[in-house]
């Protein structure tokens, strides 16, 4: 009963689209469990350049089913574009696209209220997308949600939507001083969500339950990344969701018995995006240098990435939390002419030297990252496919992650294409280049 879990295991942004697109080849189902449309994809294959935002990165492969965990909240409007984007690019979908009933929506209050929040923050800005990600879970919890299976029978809904906007638009008013949303203006989307979502929202919990027990291959598409988890990530400055593998049960509904094999894709170095602490940030013209070269710009948002040297520290503790059978290491061509690159290995907090990956905020802020030095490569790791034709001191440098971060690094991507990869060793019995 194989499902593989692929998750982000830094920050976010380490390259899972390229990841799932390769690894989804050999799936019968790719399933996204968490998050929202705050998460940004890129595949790069013999159909384009794509990005995506909530549809899984398997809808290349003519018999991959895509499905939309009750994990996810959905932006109907995001998604209805996206799915017209991909039948405008020649991509079929039809069949092939499922969205669980229980998955929230996202309404155009919760968009309101999230930019209204994050005004209200000022300095003390969390960096969200405002993209309504986090209103939405808090309503999912307040038990005031609107979920996939309601736009089913939309003219029931109609009166629960409004006292939810009641109560909503008071708030927006009187505590945010915006402007009220209009309640024709909701009811008229769920009218049109409801005619043209109906046809792809289905118990996706059945599906996948249906395909394990038929030994079929299951990919669990992790967005975000683990550091941003909302239990164990940089809290406040954190995710709405659980990006971690226990996400990928609860947001599919399924046992962790099934899980076989669990990856963590890593950036050969750290990138976040808005507030929240980046211990080994480069404040300096090394970190512009990477972020041009690189390219470190938001899919979702366009807002440039902070860059700094890779973290073990927090790639350790990312290991202990979700415990990867594997590791892939993404964007180590982007080190290529470096003279020497480094790599965090510990703490120095308050005088003392610390391995572990401080819970509390205060304490990580006061963090500075200790060095280790290794010599850098002059000869290009771009589009290599075989581990041994890694220049030396980048084959040590693989190496070295791999004692810092206590996991097998099993995958290196050396490029955006799919052809652009080195297989170490199998991650999981789907993986193929």
């Not at 991959?64 to 979908?93: A, C, F, Q």
């Not at 024709?184 to 046809?199: L, S, Y």
């Not at 972020?291 to 202990?320: C, I, K, M, N």
Request: aromatic fraction near 6%.
């Amino acid at each position: 009963m194989p499902a593989y879990a692929v998750l982000g295991a830094q920050w976010g942004d380490e390259g899972k689209g390229k990841i799932i697109d390769v690894l989804a080849r050999d799936a019968d189902i790719v399933a996204r469990f968490s998050g929202g449309n705050n998460a940004g994809h890129t595949v790069v294959n013999e159909d384009g350049k794509f990005s995506f935002h909530l549809v899984p990165c398997g809808v290349f492969w003519p018999k991959t089913i895509n499905v939309i965990g009750n994990g996810v909240v959905v932006d109907p409007d995001v998604l209805l574009d996206e799915i017209d984007s991909l039948r405008e690019r020649g991509i079929d979908i039809d069949g092939r696209l499922v969205v669980s009933d229980r998955a929230h929506i996202i309404m155009p209050y919760h968009v309101a209220l999230d930019m209204l929040a994050e005004q209200a923050r000022g300095n003390n800005a969390i960096g969200t997308t405002g993209k309504g990600i986090g209103p939405t879970y808090a309503d999912k919890a307040a038990r005031t949600g609107i979920r996939a299976a309601d736009l089913l029978d939309v003219e029931a809904l109609l009166p629960r939507l409004e006292r939810i906007l009641e109560h909503t638009n008071a708030v927006i008013t009187k505590v945010y001083g915006g402007s009220p949303v209009s309640k024709e203006e909701v009811f008229d989307k769920c009218r049109n969500w409801a005619e043209r979502m109906a046809p792809i929202i289905a118990p996706v919990e059945k599906i996948i339950h249906t395909a394990l027990k038929a030994n079929k291959n299951v990919l669990l598409e992790g967005a975000q990344g683990a550091l941003l988890d909302l239990d164990h990530g940089t809290y406040p400055f954190v995710t709405s969701s659980n990006p971690t593998v226990g996400g990928a049960c609860i947001g599919l509904g399924m046992s962790p018995i099934h899980i076989a094999g669990i990856t963590g894709v890593f950036k050969a170095y750290s990138t976040r995006v808005g507030g929240g602490p980046l211990p080994t940030e480069l404040l300096d013209d090394t970190g512009e240098y990477i972020r041009d070269l690189a390219q470190e710009f938001g899919v979702t948002t366009g807002r440039p990435r902070r860059v700094g040297w890779f973290d073990g520290v927090a790639a350790r503790y990312s290991v202990e939390v979700n415990g990867y059978t594997s590791a892939i290491l993404t964007r180590l061509d982007v080190l290529d002419s470096f003279d020497s690159v480094k790599i965090c290995t510990h703490y120095e907090l308050d005088g003392n030297v610390v391995d572990e990956f401080p819970g509390g905020l205060a304490a990580l802020e006061r963090c500075k990252p200790i060095y280790e030095e290794m010599p850098g490569w002059d000869s290009p790791t771009a589009s290599i496919t075989n581990f041994e034709q890694l220049p030396t001191e980048a084959h040590n440098y693989v190496e070295r992650l791999q004692e810092v971060i206590g996991c097998n690094i099993d995958l290196i991507s050396t490029g955006p294409h799919r052809h652009e990869t080195i297989v170490v060793r199998p991650v999981i019995n789907v993986a193929s280049a």
